[in-house]
């Protein structure tokens, strides 16, 4: 009796590890197979190792590696017949749990209750068009139905993903993290349903970061963590890092024009209500993007000459340019700092206009047509500090107007002169001994073809020494000083018994000027015309100045 209990014993252990080494083999054969009917013959499939286990309804895939087959690339390349996107997969460990076997055996549906793949490396190119059929490829037959898993986790991954455009290429590496994707189900036989999160009802992704390259790039994009979640509808980036992939004389060098180098810095970055739906439908539709210690420079070097081809927008006209919809009801800024850094060709040296401690928001941001027919205006609202002084700016940007017309109130509280020496100096030749403003308040309006408004400043005590630039150093011009001082600019704002002194500057947007030099110069001119005595020392002071 016993001896019958031990082979039965042994009959049970024995047969399911039989039939699970039958099914690795079966699973080692039919694997290629099935990728090669899936794709036509053109990818290859290897793995190193296949283990099942039919009492949990298991099976692990050790070293598995999906990719083209070269030859067969090849072929479709030299006949312009290559399928729009090509794709390579290598996982060091595949994980399926709790199988169908039915199913699956009978080769026409696949389930599951969860597919863990660690380390997973997906390389994504989407081919060239000029090498993709323009014929409709022909219908193949589908000899698997469905695959439904109830959960995906992609550990440590890592995807790129490459695109062309004018034969160039592009990237987007997403690398580290991690992946989880519900309810996932592929059918083929089903029409597209864009509320799905790649084939899955919900999802979340966690990258620890994500970087863009272009083809002769000058900039290089990339972030820290990056999390989506669909529940949620949110999406978190935190360090993202816009900077030129070279010095400014670098920079400049490879451009070949005079043009505006921007550096930006946002460490927290929230983007609420971020519907995959919208976005799987070529739509950015949020409703806030918050930006918490964000740092933006924007830096022009005049030594070199504006390409006269390129026609420099207003953020409005940038907006409704954007080649896909877009609308966020709020952007929320906290604490941002902003740089405004010009070179001079006189001096070679550099000025500075700064914003910091930047709070507030801008509203209704969009470009989608029935949205601004209700709402014509994006609103800018902006506090902060300028060279220790508070500033406070607001914009308002009409939607409706493709000149890109808006209006700007900016004020600014009292200040002493000197702080800004580093500025007049390297772009004015001009050098304040002495200035105590009081206020600053400023009203301008562009109509798509000149800035003009109204800039009214109170100040006391302007005296200026003047310079000149010998052999790479600013001297004083001691007796031209005297003159300026004596006779050609006030004093005060008001002087002694005269009327406070208003003035209306007026500049013509050159083509390719940018939004914030025509700024700068709107002001720039505000505060000639209010310290001259007469226009022409506004127009001189500009002419030395350019």
Known sequence: MLAVLVVVVIIAAAVPLYVGLRYERVVERRLPEWVARATDTLYRVTVEDVSISLFSKNITVRGLRIFPDSAKVAALKAKKDLPPTLFTLKVQRLSLKSIEWAGFIADRNFSCKALQAAHPELVVEKVDAALVSSEKPAETRQDLHQLQIDEIEL??????????????????????????????????????????????????????????????????????????STPEKKLVIRDLDVKPLFSSAEFYKASGHGQELFTVRIPNLTAEGFNWEDISKGRFILRALNLRDPYLRVYLDRHYPRDKEKQRLIPSQTLLKAAFPISVDTVHVANATIRYVEKSDKTGQEGTVPFDKCWGTITNVTNLPEQRAQHAVCRADLKGMAWGSKLSAAFQFNLQQEGGGFEAHIQQGPL???????????????????????????????????????????????????????????????????????????????????????????????????????????????????????????????????
């Open 416 to 546: 002493e002169g000197q702080r800004v020496n580093e500025l007049t100096r390297a772009l004015a030749l001009v050098e304040i001994a002495s200035l105590k403003l009081q206020s600053a308040d400023v009203n301008l309006r562009f109509d798509g073809h000149t800035l003009r408004g109204s800039s009214t400043v109170r100040y006391n005590d302007l005296k200026l020494k003047l310079l000149k630039e010998d052999e790479g150093e600013l001297d004083r011009r001691g007796i031209l000083s005297l003159v300026v001082n004596k006779a050609l600019i006030y004093p005060d704002n008001p002087m002694e018994g005269e009327k406070v002194r208003q003035v209306t500057p007026a500049v013509t947007k050159g083509r390719t000027q940018s939004f914030f030099n025509l700024l700068w110069s709107a002001l720039r001119r505000g505060l000639l015309l209010t310290a001259g005595r007469n226009d022409g020392l506004a127009d001189f002071a500009e002419k030395k100045g350019k």
């Open 155 to 228: 550990l440590k991954p890592d995807i790129k993903f490459t695109t062309w455009q004018a034969s160039h290429p592009q990237s987007f590496h997403l690398k580290g993290g991690r992946v989880r994707l519900l309810q996932w189900l592929f059918d083929p036989s089903a029409p597209r349903d864009s509320s799905l999160f790649f084939y899955a009802r919900s999802g979340s992704i966690d990258f620890d970061s994500a970087i863009i390259t272009q083809y002769k790039q000058l900039y290089n994009l990339q972030t820290g963590r990056f999390h989506f």
